[in-house]
Structures are given as structure tokens and as C-alpha cells.
């Protein structure tokens, strides 16, 4: 298995350092950021890259059930979930 953070462009894998270095750089935060979004909500890298984003906007990462509730209200506003807004 190679060890390019290239070969798995989608997942972070925090055991490699050579792939928290380039998604540290990738996404302008620090490595221990990395490990921290990892941690709270998985190696896929469209959710690091939202959880990275929402705390340097400022966002309170420490709730997730908060986060749930705003992520269900953004999807049902979309019509993701098949669910008529009122």
C-alpha cells in the first residue's frame, strides 16, 4: 500500500504523517487541527474539510447535536431528505 495521501485523495488516514502534514497545508490549519476534525467526525475529507471550515469561522464544534439539527434543517431547506419545509 502506498503511502501518497494522493492514492486515497477522499479519506485522511491520522496514522500517516505524511498525509496529516498535507491535509494540514491543504486545508490551512494546523496538524493537531487535523487529528482534532479526524476525531469528531471521520477521515472522510468533505467532512474534515466542513468541520476544519466551521471552526475557524467560529462555529461551536464542542455540540454535535447542534450540528446535527443544522445540518437536518440545511438538507430538509435543499430537499435532500424528501421532507417539505414549512
Do not use: Y
Request: hydrophobic share 40%.
Amino acid at each position: 500500500m502506498s503511502t501518497d495521501p494522493k492514492d486515497l485523495p477522499d479519506r485522511i488516514d491520522i496514522q500517516n504523517p505524511l498525509d496529516v502534514r498535507h491535509w494540514a497545508a491543504e486545508l490551512v490549519c494546523r496538524r493537531d487541527d487535523i487529528r482534532a476534525a479526524v476525531d469528531a467526525c471521520g477521515p472522510d475529507v468533505p467532512g474534515v474539510r466542513e468541520f476544519i471550515r466551521d471552526v475557524q469561522a467560529g462555529r461551536d464544534q464542542t455540540k454535535p447535536h447542534v450540528r446535527a439539527q443544522e445540518m437536518t434543517a440545511a438538507a430538509i431547506a435543499r430537499g435532500k431528505l424528501g421532507i417539505k419545509g414549512a
